[in-house]
């Protein structure tokens, strides 16, 4: 078995990542990783700086403290870092609303009459709104760094059941509608290490590894249950799996979580350990 790397995201995977140091955002259909560009944000401030010395010295004291006049003035975070500020409330949201396509919206200025990007939420990128020597083309902007992409967004999330018939065991995962059945395989691999000798099987019929759900005529039919006013729930699709007794062993693994075939054949070179 080959283990690759998850390409689809929840909106519920997406949400967890919600802080300063684990940042991620979900923009048109793809979720980019914030929190490298966070960090080189909180770093820059272009105020002047102040010390904490009583006398202003040529030198400083040891226990010398040099602060922001933002604080000072009663501000919670530097004027500098509104940009970071503004992400950092819509950490693990949707953003696509603040897009069209890949532009900003815009609106026209009620003052200068010019069309200029309407950030109803706070600043985003500074530019001066009517023409100046200030302006400056803006320098690889985060909402078009492929760099931080970690994936995508899926268009809808299901939830579907998968029973070991060997032990009787369920577990119930929300997917992604757009994986593969081997892509579902990754997801249910922590609750069986050795799924690779199992046979996938719904209303007795194997499934296509390499095709979708509804590809495979495992269907959602939660909108049906709702047009006649049943719970969504009522009804979750089982996947059944069939033990093939084919004398084989799981790959040992030994902590490691880590999707690379090599990596888990070889657990004591494992870096995410």
Known sequence: MIYTKQEYYTPAEVVIHNRADDCWVSLNGKVLNMTSWLDKQFRYCKCPKDCSCPNKNWYCADDCIEYCKCFKMGFEYCDAKRLAMTILAYAGKDVSHWFKAEDWITYV?????????????????????????????????????????????????????????????????????????????????????????????????????????????????????????????????????????????????????????????KPDQCKNK
């Open 109 to 265: 200025h009620p003052i200068v009459g010019s069309r200029i990007p309407f950030m109803r939420h706070g600043p985003s990128f500074e530019q001066p709104v009517v023409p100046s020597t200030r302006w400056r083309p803006i320098d690889k902007p985060w909402w078009l760094d492929d760099s931080i992409v970690v994936g995508k967004l899926t268009a809808r999330s299901r939830p579907i059941r998968i029973t070991n018939t060997l032990t009787s065991s369920s577990v119930m995962l929300e997917v992604c509608s757009e994986e593969t059945i081997y892509q579902i395989m990754m997801r249910y691999l922590p609750h069986n290490a050795h799924m690779h000798s199992y046979t996938w099987c719904h209303l007795g019929k194997p499934l296509k590894y390499h095709r979708t759900l509804e590809q495979n005529k495992v269907y959602d039919e939660r909108d049906r249950f709702s047009e006649v006013a049943l719970p969504e729930n009522i009804y979750v699709p089982d996947i059944l799996l069939y033990y093939n007794d084919d004398l084989t062993e799981d790959l040992p693994r030994d902590g490691c979580v880590c999707f690379n075939r090599e990596c888990v054949s």
